[in-house]
């Protein structure tokens, strides 16, 4: 069986769901420190001037895990991101059909930005046609506190033989131990597919958000597909 366990993001890119659909279950790693400035708070979607943020204010205070960091709610910041995606993807072909979801889920207050990441996983997992893939999150498996015996301990509680790693895993994981614990390790090789979009050019590495809105009951099936020529697909602060 092939775990894959990544951290829970704010509607994740396009590589996040590849993940989900090459794995067997799929571990949200809410049990870990925060990372500022990377994508549990944050993502991008597309302007006709290029990409823009989308960012969650949090209350984070050092060394908090993932689970325990609050959302600022001082600004109005749902209002700016349904605003947001309305004013550019409103003409998109499928945007009338899955924003209302979304836009209810923004519409809730919500205190803990892992809350909030997981719902809208959810949704997107719905939207996608994957909500029967298993999914599981790390904060309630008993595992260690080092980071490559974490992801070794939760495999085993999973009953997983395998392990799908993210790009560059030999830098931030010790290979070896995997192999005395006899968990196999696999590297996900995503490449960014091409897919119809608003605006000129093809700008990758969005949210998926952009990919649903113009594609719709496709997007899963795109990407599974491989990109032909160019994208690197990969995101700094993958794992």
């Avoid at 689970?67 to 004013?87: F, P, Y």
């Avoid at 980071?147 to 290979?175: E, F, H, K, N, V």
């Avoid at 099936?221 to 990969?234: C, T």
Wanted: hydrophobic share 35%; glycine share 8%; net charge positive.
């Amino acid at each position: 069986m092939l775990v894959a366990i990544h951290q829970p993001q704010y509607l994740p890119w396009l590589g996040y769901f590849d993940k989900m659909l090459k794995a067997d279950v799929f571990c949200y790693l809410d049990s870990v420190q925060y990372k500022k400035n990377e994508w549990q708070n944050r993502n991008r979607i597309k302007t006709a001037a290029g990409w823009q943020w989308l960012t969650v204010p949090v209350t984070y205070r050092y060394p908090q895990r993932i689970g325990e960091v609050g959302i600022d709610n001082r600004s109005d910041w749902a209002r700016k991101h349904l605003q947001a995606m309305c004013t550019n993807y409103r003409r998109a072909p499928f945007f009338e059909k899955y924003f209302p979801a979304i836009e209810a889920l923004l519409s809730r207050r919500w205190e803990s930005i892992a809350a909030l990441n997981l719902s809208l996983i959810e949704c997107l997992r719905e939207i996608l046609g994957i909500a029967d893939k298993s999914a599981v999150q790390a904060s309630r498996i008993k595992a260690s506190d080092d980071p490559t015996d974490r992801l070794i301990d939760i495999c085993q509680s999973l009953g997983a033989d395998s392990y799908l790693a993210g790009a560059g895993a030999d830098g931030y994981m010790d290979l070896e131990k995997f192999r005395q614990r006899g968990i196999r390790v696999a590297t996900q090789d995503f490449q960014h597919p091409v897919y119809p979009q608003l605006y000129n050019g093809f700008q990758e590495q969005l949210s998926i958000v952009d990919l649903i809105f113009n594609c719709g009951p496709d997007s899963a099936g795109i990407i599974r597909r491989r990109k032909s020529e160019g994208g690197r697909g990969r995101r700094k602060g993958l794992k």
